[in-house]
Every structure is written in structure tokens, then in C-alpha cells.
Antibody, heavy 119, light 110 residues
Framework: QVQLQQSGPGLVKPSQTLSLTCAIS??????????WNWIRQSPSRGLEWLGR?????????EYAVSVRSRITINPDTSKNQFSLQLKSVTPEDTAVYYC?????????WGQGTLVTVSS | QSVLTQPPSASGTPGQRVTISCSGS????????VNWYQQLPGTAPKFLIH???QRPSGVPDRFSGSKSGTSASLAISGLQSEDEADYHC???????????FGGGTKLTVL
């Protein structure tokens, strides 16, 4: 059974960088059938897909247009995990952040991390 | 504002049948399959229906999905109190090269 365990701070100051990690058990970040995603949810924006990484003979990373200039998603094969960095955050980035695996749908989700952007 | 349009709320009494719609466009629902997720309060979404109308094992057959053109629907028959949750549709968009979600529908069991 795939399990995703998120970690990272719940409070980030404006203009700083939000950093979260998602540890994978029961599958591999190098899986040739799954992708590894970051999704966030806020009352104003609902569920919003931020980006994904996946391995298909080479590493692929794709980002949503809305955050493309500020986001980095990296796989870490040595620790079987993947990470999210979102720089230059503002209060608009306050949300619950989820990691999720996907094939043709999001089948496993992390527990969610409420990240508040505030000074 | 979400690219996929869902009604913000829906309601029904126990035993009733309710449907939740999800409207998109030719670049998303028109070309790709639709998935539905159930989100209970304070929890992460859980996949409910995938590939328009496929139920994973463990999901009651009271839940069904359909798709026609650029719209999809989730139907819940024999409504139960434990069905009270938020329901989200999702699909891939070929133009945006991104996953899209609907705005979510809050289902209330009266």
C-alpha cells in the first residue's frame, strides 16, 4: 500500500521560500508508471494542481502556469521522496498543501500541511 | 475561478438520488477522462470515480459517473448521511498541459 508522509514548516514569512517534502513508502519515486504531484487547497482557489515529476527513461517535471516562475519540484532517489519549493510567497499562497501520486488519477494523497504565510 | 464548473452546493434527503455536474471545454473534458474525488471535512480528498465511470474496489455502487461531450456528472443514489462531503471533478487539459479541478460541490444530506 502506497503511503505519502509530508513534512515541513507550517508558517512562512512573506517573500521567503516555502519548502515541503513528501516521503514515499510502498512505491518508488523512480516508478515508470506513477507521477508525483503537489496540489494545494484554499477557500478562495479550491484545489489547485501545482506541478509534478515523473521518470520515463528520463526525469520530467511539469508546472502549472500560475506558479511556473516561482516553483521547483525535485525528486530525491536516495531518500525516495520528492520536494516542493515555492519562492517569494505572499499571503495568497496560504493553503493546505498536499502531495499525491497519480497514474490516470490521483490515487494516493499525503495528509496535508497547512502553510500560513504571515509575518 | 475554476476552468471546470461545478455547482457550489447540492442537497438531498436520505434515500434520494442527487447528481452533481462538471462542465468543461474541448481541451479538457472533451478530450480526456474525468475523475471524481470525495473530501470529508478535515481530510484529504479520496478518489471516488476514475476514467469517467469506474469505481475502485470499496466504493459503493450507489456512486456512478458519466460523461457526454464537454460535461460530466456524478450521481449518488440511495443518499446516506455519511455521503455529506465535498465532491470535486478533475481532468487533464491538453492546452494548458495541466491537471484541472472543479471548484467543488458541498453536498448536504438534509
Amino acid at each position: 500500500q502506497v503511503q505519502l508522509q509530508q513534512s515541513g514548516p507550517g508558517l512562512v514569512k512573506p517573500s521567503q521560500t516555502l519548502s515541503l517534502t513528501c516521503a514515499i513508502s510502498g512505491d518508488s519515486v523512480s516508478s515508470k508508471s506513477a507521477a508525483w504531484n503537489w496540489i494545494r487547497q484554499s477557500p478562495s482557489r479550491g484545489l489547485e494542481w501545482l506541478g509534478r515529476t515523473y521518470y520515463r527513461s528520463k526525469w520530467n517535471i511539469e508546472y502549472a502556469v500560475s506558479v511556473r516562475s516561482r516553483i521547483t519540484i525535485n525528486p530525491d532517489t536516495s531518500k525516495n521522496q520528492f520536494s516542493l519549493q515555492l519562492k517569494s510567497v505572499t499571503p495568497e499562497d496560504t493553503a493546505v498543501y498536499y502531495c499525491a501520486s497519480s497514474t490516470s488519477y490521483f490515487d494516493h494523497w499525503g495528509q496535508g500541511t497547512l502553510v500560513t504565510v504571515s509575518s | 475561478q475554476s476552468v471546470l464548473t461545478q455547482p457550489p452546493s447540492a442537497s438531498g434527503t436520505p434515500g434520494q438520488r442527487v447528481t452533481i455536474s462538471c462542465s468543461g471545454s474541448s481541451s479538457n473534458i472533451g478530450r480526456n477522462t474525468v475523475n471524481w474525488y470525495q473530501q470529508l471535512p478535515g481530510t484529504a480528498p479520496k478518489f471516488l470515480i476514475h476514467s469517467n465511470n469506474q469505481r475502485p474496489s470499496g466504493v459503493p455502487d450507489r456512486f456512478s459517473g458519466s460523461k457526454s461531450g464537454t460535461s460530466a456528472s456524478l450521481a449518488i443514489s440511495g443518499l446516506q448521511s455519511e455521503d455529506e462531503a465535498d465532491y470535486h471533478c478533475a481532468t487533464w487539459d491538453d492546452s494548458l498541459n495541466a491537471w484541472l479541478f472543479g471548484g467543488g460541490t458541498k453536498l448536504t444530506v438534509l
